[in-house]
């Protein structure tokens, strides 16, 4: 199976920050990956795949970017209502596995 | 716009099947597309159990595939999660899922509320 490893897994920041999350595979996953948002109480949605391509919808303040095994999630401009747990997901192989979360607080 | 509901009890017995439905509306599931079950035990993170095409084309975890069965019936436009020989690790929120392709190997793009189901006698 492919390892995704998350870091940080919790962070807090204020409204306004930037926000940087990553997310390293055991190996090669080419551009395989997505990010989810996951806020208290609800399902998860997904803001990008294919590591930079943002889901239609979803705010420009969110972007992705990375290959290979590195990949970076971005919020450029914290906002209260992004305070959730973002989780990566590789899709290269099966099967399909998650990284552990990153919880954003404010 | 797609929407996936989940139903099925919400406290199982240990060693019991567990069974879920995820009925959809919005689409249809003969269409295309892979449906399938995510889950994600209380304040843990997410597990992907597996997935099926309406010709019942079917993934699975390698380690939930002993104990999981993933079914559809397309003129209902819905598909069914059994869970055999449930324990109290399998506690969770389970989610039906979307596969945003026709490809198996790809992300999810519309999820079901979820439903939490305790394993408890």
């Known amino acids: 199976d492919i390892q995704m490893t998350q870091s940080p897994p919790a962070l807090s920041a204020s409204v306004g920050d930037r926000v940087t999350i990553f997310c390293q595979a055991n190996?090669?996953?080419?551009?395989?990956l997505a990010w989810y948002q996951q806020k208290p109480g609800q399902a998860p949605r997904v803001l990008v795949y294919?590591?930079?391509t943002l889901q239609p919808g979803v705010p420009s303040r969110f972007s992705g970017s990375g290959s290979g095994r590195d990949f970076t999630f971005v919020i450029t401009t914290l906002q209260p209502e992004d305070v959730a747990t973002y989780y990566c997901?590789?899709?290269?192989?099966?099967?399909?596995?998650f990284g552990g979360g990153t919880r954003v607080e404010i | 716009q797609v929407q996936l509901q989940e139903s099925g009890p919400g406290l199982v017995k240990p060693s019991e099947t567990l069974s879920l439905t995820c009925n959809v509306s919005?689409?249809?599931?003969?269409?295309?597309?892979?449906w399938g079950w995510v889950r994600q035990p209380p304040g843990q993170g997410l597990e992907w159990i597996g997935f099926?095409?309406?010709?019942?084309?079917?993934f699975y975890s390698p380690s939930l595939k002993s104990q999981v069965t993933i079914s559809v019936d397309a003129s209902k436009n819905q598909f069914s999660l059994k869970f055999t020989s449930m324990t109290a690790a399998d506690t969770a929120m389970y989610y039906c899922?979307?596969?945003?392709?026709?490809?198996?190997?790809?992300?999810?793009?519309?999820w079901g509320h979820g439903t939490l189901v305790a394993v408890s006698s």
């Open positions: 190996q090669d996953i080419r551009k395989l």
């Open positions: 997901q590789q899709y290269d192989h099966l099967p399909l596995t």
């Open positions: 899922v979307r596969v945003a392709s026709i490809h198996a190997l790809t992300y999810f793009d519309f």
């Open positions: 919005g689409y249809s599931i003969g269409s295309g597309h892979y």
């Open positions: 294919d590591a930079s």
């Open positions: 099926i095409f309406h010709t019942g084309v079917v």
